[in-house]
């Protein structure tokens, strides 16, 4: 059914101006008929959506899609227990006041989260770091890789006192060497 508020809004002014039933112009303007007749009656604002009010607004949810994008970017994924934490973290520091349920969010209402946002990102199976790097360590990719380097290191005239490597600090993404 279609759901704009210039179709519905045609819907109700063929009803009030007497032209068209509710049910007539329901099906004639493809909404729906109990949605038309509330709005009509000013029980619901003609922008209202059915069912129970979203818990977070569109720029809040912007907003998560936004700082996900940007953790992805510096490959910081969430697990869905941390999104859930982040989203909750979100809905508590909101300048709007509503109720919240204790149980708030589910783990299908995140999961309906990243449906409703699959352009933006998606969901992943986690993989061990030095699994996928053998795979992926072919001579050709290695060799790539250190040209690149290279290039960068000598476009931007990085000193070799400026450069770090993780294995002399001890800090790993696999967590210990044990």
């Known amino acids: 059914m279609e759901r704009d508020a210039p179709t519905i809004h045609a819907a109700m002014e063929a009803v009030r101006s007497k032209r068209m039933s509710t ?3 329901a099906c004639h303007f493809g909404v729906g008929r109990m949605m038309l007749q509330r709005r009509i009656s000013g029980t619901v604002k003609l922008t209202s959506r059915n069912g129970r009010d979203p818990k977070l607004t569109a720029g809040e949810e912007l907003g998560i899609v936004e700082a996900v ?14 999104l859930a934490d982040f ?3 979100c809905i508590e520091n909101s300048q709007y ?14 999961k309906t989260f990243i449906k409703r946002h699959a352009a933006q990102f998606s ?14 360590s072919t001579v ?38 044990n």
Not at 162 to 175: K, P, R
Request: proline fraction near 3%; aromatic fraction near 6%.
């Open 23 to 25: 049910r007539s112009a």
């Open 69 to 82: 994008n940007e953790r992805t970017l510096h490959a910081q994924c969430f697990t869905m227990t941390e």
């Open 87 to 89: 989203i909750r973290v």
């Open 97 to 110: 006041t509503r109720v919240v349920p204790d149980t708030f969010p589910s783990v299908t209402y995140v």
């Open 123 to 136: 969901t992943r199976s986690a993989q061990a770091m030095e699994a996928v790097r053998a795979k992926r």
């Open 140 to 177: 050709e990719v290695v060799e790539a890789h250190y040209a690149n380097i290279a290039k960068v290191l000598e476009d931007n005239n990085v000193e070799p006192d400026c450069i770090w490597n993780l294995d002399e600090t001890g800090a790993s993404a696999q967590g210990s060497h």
